[in-house]
C-alpha cells in the first residue's frame, strides 16, 4: 500500500515538472512541432531596355525536391512516384546516393528543375503518398528577347555554400548574379525575401496560416509573417531597336561592336561574340555545359567589349596626332618625308600598309590615308611620355569604370613601363615608331576606344560609360540615376580637337578616305579605320561617330581576324549606322553603295 | 447465499470508476474531433473511436453488473475452468495466422478479443482461489513453485505473442497477492531484487556508453547490502540475497553481448526511449511536448495541438492519457491519478474488511491489476516507464481492456458488497 501511494505520488511530482515547471519549455515545443516559417523568395528585378521593353523577366517554375530524410522504408513508393513522374529511378537513386554522401546534412536534392503541369498535378493530389516529394515554386530568369546582350545582362546561378556562410540573407536555392548586369547590381535586383509563418501537420501537410504566435512574448524567435519585396527594376541604356540591329549585322564569328552616345556615356548597345545560351545557367548548369564553355578557345563566356584587349592599330593614329600637334612636334600642315611604302629607320625597314606609298603628305592625309610613314616620322620625335599623356587625356590605359564586372585595364606605355618591360635602355626607338601606329606594346579594349572617339565626338569632355540609366523600385521611386554629365577637360585643345573631327569625316567622306565604306547617305559621320597586326589574321576595326554636327552615336567596331579595318569593319559601321538613323527603312545590303567601293578601299 | 444488499454498495469504488469511464469517452470524442475548417485536410474516415468506445463502455457497463450479479462463490467455484479455457484460447491465438506481426487477437464474427486479457481474470481467480486454502502456505517450497508455475504459463504464451508489456502483468499481479498470503520478506526480496538488478544493469550499461557513472545500479547495491546486514541473523538468506544479485549484475552483460546487435538496440529502446529518438523514443518525445505544454489547467477540451495535428503517434490507445493532460493540463491528469488512488486504496481497504480468505485474495490481484496498468501506463507517456502497450483502464479505447477493467470492477463491487460473508 505504501509503495502505490509511493509512486502515485512520484508520478504525481513528475506530472508537476511537466506541466507547471516546465511548461514553458514544453509548449515551445509543441508549437515548433506545427509552425513552420515558409520563405517566401522575392522575385527578383526586371531588366529593361531604354525603352521600357523587358529585357529579362522572371516566371514562376515548380521545382520537384527530394527530401532524403524522409525516403527510408518507402523506397518502393519512390520508385511508382518515379513511374508515375517519368524520372529513371534507377538514375535518381544512384544520384541521390551521390548526393547524401556530398551533403550528409540531409538538404533537399533537386529533382526537376521545372515540373510539367501533369508532374505537378500528380505530386499535389498524392502529397501523403509521397512526402519525400516536396514542391518549391521558384522564380526563373526569361529572357524574352533570346540570346539578346547576353553578356551585358549576365546570369544568375544558384548560391553556394561559401556565399551563403558569407551572407545570412541568403538561404539555399536563393539566385544570385553570376556576371554582367545581374552581378553588379544584385544588391538592387535580388528584393527581400517574406516570411508566412504557417501550420504543419506531423505528415507535413500543411494547415493553414498562423497569426497567434506574433502576438506571445514567448516567441520571440518567431517572426511576423511579412510580405516579400520584390527586387527592384533596371532600367538600361541599351537602345533595344539598335541593339537588335547590331546582333543581325554582326556576322563575324568573333569580335565586338560597342556604341555610346556621347555626350552622356550611357551605352546604347554592346555586342560580343561568340555568345552562348543564358538558359543553361538556369537552375545549375550541368558540369559537361561548363566544361564545354570554358574550353571553348573562342571564349564565349568572354565579354569582349571591355575584357578583350586589342592592339589599337591605325584608330591609335588619332591620339598621335593629338600628341604631336599638342607637343607641336610638328607644323599640322608641314609635308614630311614622303611615303614610298616604307621607312628605313637605323637599321630597320618600317613598311607602310600600302606597298606602293602614299607619296609626300601633311598630318590631315596622312590620317585620311592612314599613312604609316608619316607616323613612323612622328614616333621618331615623340617620346613614350607623350605618347602615354595623349592616351590618357583619351582615357586609355585605365578602366572606364563602366558598370559591369571584370573590366580590363588594357596597357597604354610611357617611359617607365618600357624601362620595366624591357629594363633600362635596352629598348629603343623602333618600339615607339610601333607604337605610333598603334601596334606593339600598347593594348585596348573595344570600350576604351568607344570612349576615346566619344570624347572627340563630345569636344573633348570626359564621361562616365553605363549601362544603367536608373533604378526603379516597385513603387516606381527612383533610387538610382547614372551619372549623365559631360565634364569639360581643361587640358584639352579644342584647336587640335576639331582638326582631329575633320581629318576623321574626311576618313569617311574623302576620296581617298579609307573609311569610305561607312558614307550614309543623309547623315555625316566622322570615323577611323585600324588594321591590328597579331599573330593571326589581322583585326578589322573601325570607330566613328555620327552626325558630326550633334554627334548622337559613338560606336568601336572589332572584327578578329577579318582582314582590312576599312573593308570589313567599315561597311559593318555603315550598315549598323544607317539602320540607326533610319528606323523601320529595312536594309537589304545594296541601297546605297555597291560591294566594289568596299573592294577599292583598304585600310 | 443472501441477496445483494445495495446498501453495501461501494460508492468509494463505483464512482470514480464511472467517472473515469466518462471521461476516457470525452477524450475519445477529443481525439477524433476535428475543426469544421480542417475537416478537408485531416481526414479521419475510419477513426472514428469515441462511437466504438461508447459501444464498448455499454458492454462494460453490462460486464459490471453481471460481475456484480454472479454470487461470488461461483468465482472460486468456475476459477480452474476460467483459467484452462483461456490457456486453450492462448495457445490458439499462437496457432493463427499472425495478424500485424503478432498473434494477440481471435476473431469470432465481428468481434475479435485478446485471450490474455481473458487471461489476467483467470489468473487472478485461480491465484486467489489456490492461495485462499489454508494448507497451501506460501513459504512451503511446492506452492510457492506451483504457484509460479500458474503464472509462468501464461506469461511464457503471451512472450511468444510477442507481448511484453502484457506478459509483465503477471508477475506483477503474482507477488502481491503471495506477500499478501504472508510470504515471508525475505524470500520476496530474494525473487524481486534480482528482477530489479537484471534492469539497473542493462540501463547502467548503456549510459556508461554514454560515459555517465552507473550511480543508480551502486545505490541499489549498496540497499542490498544494508538489507543483508539487517537480516544477519538469516546468514544464509542475505549471503545468497547479495551472491544472487552479484551475479546477475555479472552474467547480464556477458548475456547481452551474446545477443545480436540490433536485439540489444531493441532492449536498450525498450529501457531508455530517449536512447532511440526516432522510434519509441518519438512517442516518448511527442507525449511529454503534448503533456509538458499543456501546463496547469491544458490546452481546453478540444483544443490540444499535439493530438489534432498527428505529432502524438497512438493517441486513441497507449497515449490517450497525453491527450488528456494536454487538454486538461495538470488539474485534469491529477484528477485522473486520484481517482485511480480511490479505486485502488478502497480496493486494498476492502481486502482487509472482506471475511471471504478467496475474496480478499482476488481483491488484492484486481488492485495489482489497476495499479500495474496505470502505473506502466502513465509512467509510459511522462518518461518514466518503458514503452510497452498496456492500455490504461478505461481512458484508452479498446474493447478487451474496457470489459475486462469493468468486470474486475463489478468483481469489486461484487466482493464489497457481501463483505460479511465468510
Sequence with gaps: ?603 | MAEKNLRNMEWGILIPGLILICIGLANLYSVGHVPEELRETFQMGGRDYFHRQLIWSAAGLVAMIVAFAIPFRYYEGSAVVFYGVSLISLVVVLLLEPLKGSSRWISIGFFRFQPSELMKIAVIFILARYLSEKKNDPNRFRVISLAILVVLVPFTLILKQPDLGTALVFPALLFPVLYWRGLNEGVMILFLTPAISAFLTVYSESTISDGTYPFPLLVFFLMILVVAYRRRRRLFQSLSLVAINLGVMFIIPTLMDMLKPYQQRRIMAFLRPESDILGMGWQVYQSKVAIGSGGFTGKGFLQGTQKLFAFLPERHSDFAFSVLAEERGFVGGLVVLILFSLIIARGFYLATKVKNRFASMAIIGICSYFTFHVIVNIGMTIGLAPVTGLPLPFLSYGGSSMLVSCFLLGVLLNFGSSFYEY
Excluded at chain 1, 193 to 219: P, Q, T, W
Design chain 1, 1 to 603: 500500500m505504501l509503495l502505490v501511494i509511493g509512486v502515485i505520488s512520484i508520478m504525481t511530482m513528475r506530472l508537476f515538472y511537466l506541466q507547471v515547471i516546465h511548461h514553458g519549455y514544453y509548449n515551445r515545443l509543441a508549437i515548433s512541432n506545427r509552425i513552420q516559417r515558409e520563405r517566401m523568395v522575392a522575385p527578383r528585378g526586371l531588366i529593361r531596355a531604354s525603352d521600357g521593353s523587358k529585357l529579362v523577366v522572371n516566371v514562376p517554375v515548380y521545382q520537384i525536391s527530394l527530401v532524403p530524410g524522409k525516403i527510408t522504408g518507402r523506397e518502393d513508393r519512390l520508385e511508382l512516384a518515379c513511374e508515375w513522374l517519368g524520372i529513371d529511378s534507377e538514375n535518381l537513386f544512384d544520384s541521390l546516393a551521390e548526393w547524401k554522401k556530398k551533403y550528409p546534412d540531409g538538404r533537399e536534392m533537386p529533382v526537376v528543375q521545372s515540373a510539367e503541369k501533369g508532374q505537378i498535378s500528380i505530386l499535389m493530389e498524392n502529397r501523403s503518398l509521397f512526402p519525400f516529394f516536396k514542391l518549391v515554386m521558384k522564380h526563373r530568369r526569361q529572357y524574352p528577347e533570346g540570346d539578346l546582350a547576353t553578356h551585358v545582362l549576365g546570369y544568375v546561378g544558384e548560391v553556394t555554400d561559401e556565399e551563403l556562410k558569407d551572407d545570412d540573407r541568403f538561404r539555399p536555392g536563393d539566385l544570385t548574379g553570376r556576371t554582367g548586369i545581374e552581378y553588379k547590381y544584385d544588391e538592387y535586383l535580388r528584393g527581400d525575401a517574406g516570411v508566412r509563418i504557417i501550420e504543419i501537420s506531423a505528415e507535413g501537410i500543411k494547415v493553414g496560416e498562423y497569426d497567434g504566435i506574433s502576438h506571445d512574448n514567448d516567441f520571440d524567435e518567431f517572426v511576423q509573417s511579412r510580405s516579400p519585396v520584390p527586387g527592384c527594376d533596371l532600367y538600361l541604356t541599351i537602345d533595344l531597336d539598335l541593339q537588335k540591329v547590331m546582333e543581325r549585322e554582326f556576322d563575324c564569328d568573333r569580335g565586338c561592336i560597342i556604341a555610346m552616345d556621347p555626350s552622356t556615356g550611357g551605352i546604347l548597345g554592346a555586342v560580343s561574340r561568340p555568345s552562348y545560351d543564358p538558359n543553361i545557367f538556369m537552375g545549375g548548369i550541368s558540369e559537361k555545359d561548363w566544361n564545354m564553355l570554358h574550353g571553348d578557345p573562342a571564349k564565349p563566356l568572354f565579354n569582349r567589349t571591355i575584357q578583350a584587349t586589342y592592339p589599337p592599330a591605325s584608330t591609335f593614329k588619332l591620339i598621335v596626332c593629338y600628341g604631336a600637334l599638342y607637343f607641336e612636334l610638328v607644323p599640322k600642315n608641314a609635308w614630311l618625308e614622303p611615303c614610298y611604302g616604307g621607312y628605313q629607320f637605323g637599321n630597320r625597314y618600317f613598311r607602310c600598309w600600302k606597298p606602293e606609298g602614299h607619296g609626300y603628305a601633311n598630318m590631315f592625309d596622312a590620317i585620311v590615308n592612314s599613312c604609316d610613314v608619316y607616323f613612323y616620322q612622328i614616333g621618331e620625335r615623340m617620346n613614350a611620355d607623350q605618347f602615354a599623356y595623349a592616351g590618357r587625356i583619351f582615357g586609355l590605359g585605365r578602366k572606364t569604370g563602366v558598370d559591369l564586372p571584370s573590366e580590363a585595364r588594357g596597357t597604354l606605355p610611357d617611359h617607365s613601363y618600357f624601362d620595366r618591360r624591357f629594363g633600362k635602355r635596352k629598348w629603343t626607338k623602333g618600339h615607339l615608331l610601333n607604337y605610333s601606329i598603334g601596334q606593339g606594346e600598347v593594348l585596348t579594349t573595344p570600350i576604351q576606344l568607344c570612349q576615346m572617339v566619344a570624347m572627340i565626338a563630345n569636344g573633348g569632355k570626359r564621361i562616365k560609360p553605363h549601362l544603367v540609366d536608373r533604378v526603379v523600385d516597385t513603387e516606381g521611386a527612383e533610387i538610382y540615376r547614372s551619372d549623365n554629365t559631360a565634364v569639360p577637360i581643361s587640358q584639352m585643345n579644342n584647336k587640335i580637337l576639331k582638326f582631329i573631327q575633320r581629318s576623321m569625316v574626311a576618313v569617311v567622306s574623302g576620296e581617298h578616305g579609307t573609311g569610305r565604306a561607312s558614307r550614309i547617305p543623309g547623315v555625316t559621320s566622322a570615323g577611323k579605320t585600324g588594321t591590328a597586326q597579331n599573330s593571326g589574321e589581322d583585326h578589322a576595326l573601325f570607330v566613328a561617330y555620327a552626325p558630326v554636327e550633334a554627334p548622337e552615336i559613338a560606336v568601336a567596331i572589332i572584327m578578329e581576324n577579318a582582314g582590312h579595318g576599312g573593308a570589313m569593319a567599315a561597311p559593318m559601321a555603315r550598315r549598323i549606322l544607317s539602320a540607326y538613323f533610319n528606323p523601320g527603312a529595312a536594309w537589304n545590303g545594296k541601297f546605297m553603295y555597291g560591294k566594289t567601293i568596299v573592294a577599292g578601299a583598304d585600310r
